[in-house]
């Protein structure tokens, strides 16, 4: 299968493309920056900044890709540039969206009031009606690296590659994934208690016993690849994370076999004020995924957990 990937030099996007080149597809990789990560043999490079490919244009569409795979979306322009550059030109996109679209993500960062909704959310569970999650009321400075977080929503993403009729569409929605190359290192606050031979790790009562959607990054890749190799994706949705759903917790104690570290996690006396209302669990429902696309975990959890340890540990946060 011709493939162009947007994106997919650090985290999810790099497992994603290893695993496609490893099953024979034909890939070439749109991407702003040479990346130090070893890429497979065999696939195109093309340099150039998504938000100003107009000179790109021609070349991305004499490719005549079968699928389109759009790792790094972040504002709707995005999504219109993608559909208006290969509308009559592509078979399919797949859009790379994120837990953060449902009503219940809103209720958790407290942008929307409210008492929590039910968890945990199918593909067809209500979406945040307060658009913008991370706009504050004054607008981010033009030089600030992060001010394209102001326009930052996946929500309008999704509908406009989903509305496409000359363009189908097919959206997965990320958990908060861990693994190997986490820029945002998810597991180190935690890890590095342990390390430090801590005998406890207290939680706020209210985190203790939250529930998120978690992915391994290997698993997570997996996911996505089974979405853009079969066309009986195109006009769906598919939420994707682990099934077993612990709550902080648990997942912490899990964390604890996996380094082999000796401490006890405690619940502290009293919460403590938070920005989030950790009443409300962030878990999404896979069942669509694993159903009609055979989705299952091919890195099992204590695996996942010893990978990502040993990245970090190596890679600790600058």
């Known amino acids: 299968m011709n493939i162009l990937i947007i994106g ?7 497992y994603t493309l290893c695993q496609l080149a490893a099953q024979g597809h034909n890939l070439t990789l749109f991407h702003r920056n040479p990346t130090p990560l070893q890429l497979p043999e065999g696939i195109q490079e093309i340099l150039g900044d998504r938000r100003q490919w107009d000179s790109q244009i021609p070349a991305l569409r004499a490719m ?16 219109i540039s993608l559909t208006k550059t290969f509308s009559g030109h592509a078979g399919r996109v797949v859009l790379i969206s994120s837990c953060d679209v449902y009503r219940a993500y809103g209720r958790l960062i407290k942008s929307e009031p409210g008492d929590p909704v039910p968890a945990p959310a199918s593909e067809d569970a209500p979406l945040r009606e307060k658009r913008f999650p991370y706009r504050g009321e004054t607008p981010r400075p033009e030089d600030d690296p992060r001010r394209i977080l102001d326009d930052y929503d996946k929500i309008p993403i999704e509908q406009h590659v989903l509305s496409q009729p000359d363009l189908p569409g097919t959206v997965l929605r990320l958990p908060m994934v861990y693994g190997p190359y986490d820029y945002q290192h998810r597991l180190h606050g935690y890890l590095q208690q342990m390390d430090s031979q801590v005998e406890t790790i207290s939680l706020d009562p209210q985190l203790a016993q939250w529930r998120g959607a978690r992915g391994y990054v290997e698993n997570v890749a997996h996911a996505i690849t089974l979405a853009v190799a079969n066309p009986q994706a195109a006009g769906r949705v598919y939420n994707v994370a682990e099934p077993w759903d612990f709550t902080e917790h648990e997942w912490v104690e899990q964390i604890g076999r996996a380094v082999g570290w000796n401490g006890q996690v405690v619940i502290s006396d009293e919460s403590e004020d938070s920005d989030a209302d950790y009443r409300q669990d962030l878990t999404v429902d896979t069942r669509r995924l694993r159903e009609e696309m055979g989705y299952d975990e ?8 010893e990978k990502t340890i040993e990245w970090e540990r ?5």
């Not at 890709?65 to 995005?78: F, H, R, S, T």
């Open 314 to 318: 190596a890679h600790p946060p600058a």
């Open 298 to 305: 091919i890195v099992p959890l204590q695996t996942a957990l």
């Open 8 to 14: 997919g030099t650090r985290f999810i996007g790099y």
């Open 64 to 79: 005549q890709p079968e699928v389109v795979l759009d790792m790094i979306p972040v504002v709707e322009q995005d999504a």
